[in-house]
């Protein structure tokens, strides 16, 4: 079984990432997948909270203390895929961390073009793995 987190700040944006990581891994994989889909920072680290094992992990860093929340997955998930949404104002030194090792990374206003852009390489990416 194969388990992705995709967390962001609205309902749309997370259903758009999970409907199209939902295509993808069944184009790309035969393995059996589980997705985790969270609209508020409160679901997010309550989540967390049960310290979970993923093997691709999406989050949206404009949600409260979502950095805090992405540091804690990757230490407990250091083989895992890491993908950032970001808004532009945020500055890069913020995420491009070691504590993070994001692979990829989409930047607000999202479109559906860049969902799918940054989910097909990411799949790839992991696939290969």
């Known amino acids: 079984m ?32 589980e997705y985790y889909c969270f609209c508020t920072a409160k679901r997010l680290h309550e989540f967390v909270d049960q310290k979970p094992l993923l093997d691709m992990i999406c989050v949206d860093l404009t949600m409260t203390d979502a950095l805090t929340a992405v540091q804690r997955l990757r230490m407990l998930n250091g083989h895992a895929y890491i993908t950032i949404v970001a808004s532009p104002d945020i500055s890069p030194a913020i995420y491009m961390r070691p504590g993070i090792m994001a ?5 607000k206003p999202l479109t559906e073009e860049q969902v799918r852009q940054v989910m097909t390489e990411a799949f790839q990416v992991f696939v290969k793995r």
């Not at 944006?13 to 295509?23: G, L, N």
């Not at 692979?103 to 930047?107: E, K, P, Y």
Request: include cysteine; aromatic fraction near 2%; glycine fraction near 8%.
């Open 2 to 33: 194969v388990e992705m987190l995709i967390s962001g700040t609205g309902k749309q944006e997370v259903e758009s990432i999970h409907r199209c990581s939902r295509e993808l891994a069944a184009r790309l994989t035969e393995e059996k997948w």
């Open 103 to 107: 692979g990829s990374l989409m930047l």
